[in-house]
């Protein structure tokens, strides 16, 4: 999946009409036609990025209705190629094992069903199973026991997205239990800051993509009763702009980005109804080039899939006609975590 | 023929070519030198060579590409295997940092850097002193650009507890930024990390959130003017209003002790006279505590029918948990 931005520049509206759509087809196309842009040198320079590239490509195809979009045999066999004998997986072939790429390729195989197939032709499988097995088993490797925090990859980088990180792909592999989730639990704790939010460590700035890392990785292990939901739904609520964007941090400027990072930790709280949700969404649509597909972080600038799957997902949340509901936590369809996982509440 | 084709230095090299694409990178120039030096990377791994060739490999890997995560774990590798000097390492990191603000590999690699570095100056406090005035120099230049980006921050942080910066130059330093910048969130957030997690005096473990009895109340005096003349300064900016929450918070005060202050710039008998919406959520929120809800709510519908519509619905829940309690 290309991460190359454009050719679209959001807010490429014609013709205007009084109540702006969102451009179904025209944002299915424009993710089919990713993969086949490798004549560009930026497909090369995110090359880093490609396992993440795929699960928000394959996502936003889900969340628009077309799951079946993407060929299903050559989308498992890329994930199954960026496997390394750890268990981990590279973010493209020959790329080392690291957490953030791991997590997207579970995602990516639970989304096109294909669990049994890692487990009986990933690595560390035997006799047609134990494949996922070593995938849960690398992941709890990288967890800190002193501090309950993961690292990205064996050197040792730390940070509370690594918890959520870690905690969305064993718990969709059912393997949670192989890591220590009270101690996690504790660091995520120590991260909530005077103005209600949560930053990346403990001391650092209250940020909207931090929060909804923790508010995830705190539901996932049933502990969303710790937070002060309202101090932090006020700051959260804070963040709408009067354009109706959400914005990262106080002052800063709105992003579509972030009508996924803040909508979704409302949700979580049972606070979107705190935000104007029609306002927010005509911001999302104003981002969108309903020509050529795609959407971008604001209109006027060039549409790429990160900002295209997280606009999607946040017109989910607000419950736009012709979405497939999404999952608050998982960012992924909610009918599918509801298969895997069962209903929670 | 390539750049490293026909270099004798890398005459023992055999490349290992990228496998996922299907020649469509010939189609441009620079994308053939990043292709042929990653292919000459992928080798350098494959063999484990840590030389300094592969520093020189990966300066100009990172100039086409920063963002490649690998390349700088196996540089930082290499420089700790060979011995490389610091010092001379951060020089070039600078360079790196200052023409790509948005990387984040590079912070990490500094960090690196310096857990590496600090075992042997530990004991030196000049040697520790020296390090943390250039990083600091460093992180000011840095902060010129982009006085709110997010990695720069975190870096911060490390180097306060790492050489136990909770200082007053410190301080002094934020106080710098928040006077070219009243609205810079971050370095309001950097501020509280800083006085209320001083080792010297703040509780061990002691949560942001919580009251701490261990701050003088000198200090807490402090940090409350502190924010009032930011507010004063810009009294519509929600980072100073959340400070001082957060001060009366920690020094275990009541938000009456700041009726005063707050109905400076709201007032609910003559709604004309509103100059802050967070003056009067602080007001709401006072009142409420005194158990002078009428007053409260009169400020809560203000806010949603007049000064923030936009959250009309979480001023109206306020309103109810008013009439509920």
Same mark, same amino acid.
Not at chain 2, 45 to 74: C, F, G, Q
Not at chain 2, 92 to 110: F, G, M, P, S, T
């Given at each position: 999946m290309s991460l190359v931005s454009g050719p679209g520049v959001a807010g490429n509206t014609s013709s205007l009409p009084n109540e702006i759509q969102l451009a179904i087809s025209a944002h299915v196309s424009y993710i089919q036609s990713?993969?086949?842009?490798?004549?560009?040198?930026?497909?090369?320079?995110?090359?880093?990025?490609?396992?993440?590239?795929? &699960?928000?490509?394959?996502?936003?195809l889900h969340l628009l209705g077309r799951p079946d979009a993407l060929p299903r045999h050559e989308t498992i066999a890329f994930v199954l190629s960026c496997q390394k004998d750890s268990g981990g997986f590279g973010a493209a072939s020959g790329h080392d094992a690291h957490l953030l790429s791991t997590v997207s390729?579970?995602?990516?195989?639970?989304?096109?069903?294909?669990?049994?197939?890692?487990?009986?032709?990933?690595?560390?499988? @035997? /006799?047609?199973?134990? $494949?996922? @097995?070593?995938?849960?088993?690398?992941?709890?490797?990288?967890?800190?026991?002193?501090?309950?925090?993961?690292?990205?990859?064996?050197? =040792?980088?730390?940070?509370?997205?690594?918890?959520?990180? /870690?905690?969305?792909?064993?718990?969709?592999?059912?393997?949670?239990? *192989?890591?220590?989730?009270?101690?996690?639990? *504790?660091?995520?704790?120590?991260?909530?800051?005077?103005?209600?939010?949560? $930053?990346?460590?403990?001391?650092?700035?209250?940020?909207?993509?931090?929060?909804?890392?923790?508010?995830?990785?705190?539901?996932?292990?049933?502990?969303?009763?710790?937070?002060?939901?309202?101090?932090?739904?006020?700051?959260?609520?804070?963040?709408?702009?009067?354009?109706?964007?959400?914005?990262?941090?106080?002052?800063? *400027?709105?992003?579509?980005? &972030?009508?996924?990072?803040?909508?979704?930790?409302?949700?979580?709280? $049972?606070?979107?109804?705190?935000?104007? $949700?029609?306002?927010?969404?005509?911001?999302?649509?104003?981002?969108?080039?309903?020509?050529?597909?795609?959407?971008?972080?604001?209109?006027?600038?060039?549409?790429?899939?990160?900002?295209?799957v997280?606009?999607?997902?946040?017109?989910?949340?607000?419950?736009?006609? =012709?979405? @497939?509901?999404v999952d608050p936590v998982y960012c992924m369809p909610k009918k599918i975590t509801e298969r895997v996982l069962g209903t929670r509440v | 023929?390539?750049?490293?084709?026909?270099?004798?230095?890398?005459?023992?090299?055999?490349?290992?070519?990228?496998?996922?694409?299907?020649?469509?990178?010939?189609?441009?120039?620079?994308?053939?030198?990043?292709?042929?030096?990653?292919?000459? *990377? !992928?080798?350098?791994?494959?063999?484990?060579?840590?030389?300094? !060739?592969?520093?020189?490999?990966?300066?100009?890997?990172?100039?086409?590409?920063?963002?490649?995560?690998?390349?700088?774990? &196996?540089?930082?590798?290499?420089?700790?295997?060979?011995?490389?000097?610091?010092?001379?390492?951060?020089?070039?990191?600078?360079?790196?940092?200052?023409?790509?603000?948005?990387?984040?590999?590079?912070?990490?690699?500094?960090?690196?850097?310096?857990?590496?570095?600090?075992?042997?100056?530990?004991?030196?406090?000049?040697?520790?002193q020296k390090l943390a005035n250039s990083e600091i120099a460093f992180l000011t230049l840095m902060f010129n650009s982009d006085s709110k980006n997010y990695h720069v921050w975190s870096y911060r942080q490390y180097l306060v507890r790492k050489l136990n910066l909770f200082n007053a130059s410190e301080i002094k330093s934020i106080e710098a930024l928040l006077k070219v910048d009243v609205r810079n969130n971050s370095a309001w957030s950097h501020r509280f990390f800083i006085v209320f997690s001083n080792p010297e005096y703040a509780t061990p473990g002691s949560a942001a959130t919580a009251y701490d009895p261990g701050i003088p109340d000198a200090l807490l005096d402090c940090e409350i003017e502190f924010s009032k003349a930011a507010i004063f300064e810009a009294p519509q900016n929600q980072s100073p209003w959340n400070y001082l929450r957060g001060v009366l918070r920690k020094g275990g005060r009541p938000l009456a002790t700041q009726e005063c202050f707050a109905s400076e710039f709201a007032k609910i008998e003559s709604e004309e006279e509103v100059k802050s919406s967070h003056a009067l959520d602080f007001l709401a929120d006072l009142w409420n505590e005194e158990g002078e809800t009428e007053k409260a709510d009169k400020a809560l519908k203000l806010l949603g029918d007049k000064y923030d519509p936009i959250r009309k619905n979480y001023w109206e829940w306020r309103r109810k948990a008013l009439k509920a309690a």
């Open positions: 990713l993969d086949t842009r490798r004549d560009e040198l930026e497909y090369w320079l995110t090359e880093h990025l490609r396992m993440n590239g795929l &699960y928000w490509g394959l996502t936003s390729a579970v995602q990516i195989l639970v989304m096109v069903d294909a669990i049994d197939e890692l487990d009986s032709k990933g690595k560390g499988s @035997e /006799g047609g199973k134990g $494949g996922v @097995e070593l995938v849960g088993n690398y992941i709890a490797a990288l967890q800190d026991r002193m501090t309950g925090t993961f690292r990205g990859d064996e050197f =040792g980088e730390e940070d509370t997205r690594f918890i959520y990180a /870690g905690f969305n792909a064993l718990s969709l592999l059912h393997l949670l239990h *192989l890591v220590d989730v009270p101690l996690a639990v *504790l660091f995520i704790e120590s991260c909530a800051n005077f103005d209600g939010g949560y $930053g990346v460590a403990p001391g650092a700035e209250s940020h909207s993509g931090q929060i909804f890392t923790c508010l995830a990785a705190l539901t996932i292990a049933g502990r969303i009763d710790m937070v002060n939901k309202d101090k932090l739904g006020r700051w959260l609520s804070e963040r709408q702009v009067e354009a109706g964007g959400l914005n990262g941090r106080p002052e800063k *400027l709105e992003d579509v980005c &972030y009508s996924w990072w803040v909508a979704a930790s409302l949700t979580m709280i $049972g606070k979107l109804h705190w935000i104007d $949700g029609d306002k927010l969404a005509k911001f999302i649509l104003s981002c969108q080039d309903t020509e050529n597909g795609g959407i971008a972080d604001r209109a006027g600038d060039m549409v790429d899939v990160f900002h295209t997280f606009g999607l997902a946040g017109l989910s949340l607000l419950g736009w006609e =012709g979405l @497939e509901p | 023929m390539g750049k490293y084709e026909g270099d004798p230095a890398w005459d023992d090299v055999v490349p290992i070519p990228q496998d996922d694409g299907e020649g469509a990178l010939a189609q441009i120039a620079y994308a053939d030198e990043y292709a042929e030096a990653m292919g000459y *990377l !992928r080798a350098i791994v494959a063999a484990k060579e840590h030389s300094s !060739r592969v520093l020189d490999l990966t300066v100009e890997i990172i100039s086409m590409n920063p963002a490649h995560y690998t390349v700088w774990l &196996y540089r930082a590798s290499t420089i700790f295997a060979l011995d490389h000097p610091i010092q001379q390492e951060i020089e070039w990191v600078n360079e790196v940092a200052l023409d790509n603000e948005k990387n984040y590999q590079i912070w990490h690699h500094r960090q690196l850097l310096i857990d590496h570095l600090y075992p042997s100056i530990s004991s030196d406090p000049v040697a520790l």
